[in-house]
């Protein structure tokens, strides 16, 4: 038992890394389609270039979606409407006219008689409701069929016969001078205009019923293709009914092949592609991204973004396919260039659309523009930190997926005049939503513990509480520190490493000082060394202890862990040779362990580079009457002593780089010591 926890332990990270394999490809699986997939790339538009395609078995032509949306438009523009007859409202208002008329008409008022009003507007209201007055206005033909239904009795009528509101009063006045009248002829017309109420109105129930009826009837087959029936020959053009033919096949030929029996096999298909993708990855990090495969977190994160990004994808999918350009994949080498480097995000993404060509239709078309577009977002996406530059790669991302659609559609097309213009803003959608990036990251970086150029930034500021604090307790070791940025930076800038993160490291590299800020000589003010009242021993321990320090520090204050590598490697594995020197000339012998930094050595460029200018920065303070001379063989001596010692065999940094930085570092050096002209009194 002791023996198996103690492998494990052994192999806790090769296990981690084997389930996260495992997890990360069942998932995957889970969210994949389980149909088979058709064995043939076509494409609208393009020549078939294949063989001659014959029937493997019977199957119907499905109509195109524009065909039956064609027939359901025109369903709906044929459809007989119902409208609802109510013979009841007539009665009523008959009832209400001559109700009205008994108690307002006067015959002292008006020569006419009561009687002769009153038959005058009953023969009206008769002719009125006869025809039926409409509740609103409809925009049918006269000529137009409708069915009056009047209680369960339907009849078919025109549309002409029905009286809507706008001419009411035309045919009023035009029924009512047909008699004459004395002077009650504008009495009755604005009596009847006052009561008369709509008795026919819409029945949108029975209408839309019957619509929906008859689309449902549609029947979604164009014809059939019988086994052995030739389907598309070699170079033939895939459109029109072939295209429409080749898509029932393919539809027909995943449904057949999903079955329970062969479930399994597919599954299995799935799992073998699935993990060579991931076993790309690995063995990619393992070869060039060392660090990040041997860091868990990272390689976590790395799959966590691959599997959000195609849940994310299926999702649409499953809701709509045709909004599947909504997602912005783009995202995933964004944040990956963010937090590690262009050829990696690059790298995943790719691979991440390999994920989805299983997923999405018409994935030839997906994945070349989804492939171009993260080429432009790694290209345009620099410097994250200046808030102007996502909005500009944003837009240029936008406006290259506009173009591939566009000559997608060409070439599918042979014209422009049907094109889609809902894609074009489903693209403009794409590019906002992938300004999420910025909030991403900074959620990224709590969870997972990453530094963005944006975080870096922010470090970078040399009013913040813990720089302040160093500045107040050890000034001189901060005027160092900001020396040693600038030297960094420069360098780094010159190599075409992370400058940001090099200058940053700089910054917080001797925070450890602050404990005993007198026993390093730039922060002493006076003639008075603390050291002298020590033993070297003693004095070595003080000297080293300030990267232990330093750590702690870097921890109370959150400090991220790549800041936190330059205060661990800034001195590596040296000697603290001015007091191993003393101890020797005092005992005769030394014990080198006792005034060696316990490392560990530069592990990246960055890192290697704080050490040559922390080295170069605080040595170049003895130097005593500086000459360009000097200062070279200076930068030589203390760099080259540093490589005979073995400090950069881990950072991955090239002799050729090393020369570029020594002479950035003498340049800078000469600048800073450069002898003015002694003007006169």
């Known amino acids: 038992m002791k023996n198996f926890f103690s492998l494990f332990t052994k192999n806790r990270s090769i296990l981690f890394k084997i389930f996260l394999f495992i997890i990360t490809t069942v998932l995957i699986i889970y969210l994949l389609p389980k149909g088979g997939q058709f064995k043939y790339n076509f494409q609208k538009g393009k020549l078939w270039q294949y063989e001659n395609l014959y029937a493997p078995f019977s199957f119907s032509i499905k109509k195109s979606q524009e065909a039956i949306e064609l027939e359901m438009e025109e369903i709906r523009n044929n459809s007989i409407p119902y409208f609802d007859y109510d013979l009841a409202i007539y009665e009523q208002v008959r009832i209400q006219f001559e109700d009205m008329v008994n108690t307002t008409y006067s015959e002292n008022m008006f020569k006419d008689s009561k009687t002769k009003v009153v038959e005058t507007g009953k023969l009206v209201l008769d002719k009125l409701y006869q025809q039926g007055v409409l509740d609103e206005f409809h925009s049918y033909s006269d000529k137009r069929i409708v069915y009056l239904k009047n209680g369960n009795e339907i009849e078919e009528a025109y549309f002409e016969q029905f009286i809507q509101s706008d001419r009411i009063d035309t045919i009023l006045i035009s029924e009512t001078s047909k008699v004459r009248f004395y002077d009650a002829e504008s009495f009755l017309n604005e009596t009847l205009s006052s009561i008369i109420v709509p008795n026919v109105s ?257 470090l970078s500021d040399t009013n913040s509480a813990l720089l302040k604090e160093l500045e107040n307790k050890a000034p001189g070791t901060f005027h160092h520190s900001l020396n040693v940025a600038n030297l960094s930076e420069a360098a780094a800038n010159e190599i075409g490493a992370n400058s940001m993160l090099v200058r940053v490291g700089a910054l917080y590299h001797d925070i450890g000082k602050m404990v005993n800020p007198t026993y390093f000589t730039e922060n002493q003010v006076n003639s008075i060394n603390s050291h002298d009242e020590l033993e070297p021993k003693e004095s070595a321990s003080i000297i080293i202890d300030h990267v232990i320090k330093g750590i702690e520090i870097a921890r109370k204050n959150n400090l991220p862990d790549r800041i936190i590598d330059f205060i661990r490697t800034h001195h590596g594995t040296n000697l603290v040779y001015y007091f191993y020197k003393k101890e020797v000339e005092n005992q005769g012998v030394a014990n080198k362990e006792d005034f060696t930094y316990p490392g560990p050595i530069p592990f990246s460029k960055e890192t290697a580079i704080l050490m040559m200018a922390d080295s170069v920065e605080a040595a170049s303070k003895s130097l005593k009457n500086p000459t360009s001379t000097k200062i070279d063989s200076f930068v030589e001596n203390i760099i080259n002593v540093q490589m005979d010692n073995g400090q950069f065999l881990n950072a991955n940094i090239t002799f050729k780089e090393i020369q570029t930085i020594k002479k950035v570092l003498k340049k800078k050096l000469n600048n800073i010591y450069h002898l003015r002209v002694e003007y006169p009194e």
């Open 202 to 458: 819409l029945n949108i129930k029975l209408t839309e019923s019957e619509i929906e009826s008859k689309i449902t009837a549609i029947n979604p087959n164009r014809g059939v293709i019988e086994k052995g029936g030739r389907i598309i020959a070699k170079g033939e053009v895939v459109e029109g009914i072939k295209f429409q033919m080749l898509k029932s096949l393919k539809e027909e030929y995943q449904s057949q092949l999903w079955s329970q029996s062969n479930y399994t096999w597919i599954i299995v298909g799935y799992s073998v592609l699935i993990l060579l993708v991931f076993l790309m990855l690995f063995l990619f990090l393992k070869k060039y991204r060392a660090e990040i495969y041997e860091n868990n977190t990272k390689l976590t994160f790395i799959f966590f973004n691959i599997l959000l990004m195609i849940f994310i994808t299926t999702l649409v999918i499953d809701y709509d396919a045709e909004l599947v350009y909504i997602t912005p994949l783009c995202i995933l080498p964004l944040v990956l260039k963010t937090f590690f480097d262009a050829r990696l995000g690059l790298f995943v993404h790719v691979l991440t659309l390999l994920l989805l060509g299983f997923v999405v239709p018409n994935s030839f078309e997906f994945v070349f523009l989804q492939i171009i577009a993260g080429i432009v977002t790694i290209l345009t996406i620099s410097e994250l930190y200046k808030r102007a530059n996502l909005f500009i790669s944003v837009g240029q991302i936008t406006l290259v997926y506009i173009i591939g659609y566009f000559a997608f559609f060409i070439i599918q097309e042979g014209n422009i005049e049907l094109i889609e213009w809902r894609y074009f803003a489903y693209f403009i959608l794409c590019g906002l939503v992938t300004l999420f990036a910025f909030p991403l990251i900074y959620i990224y970086e709590k969870i997972f513990g990453l530094v963005s150029d944006v975080s870096l930034l922010e």
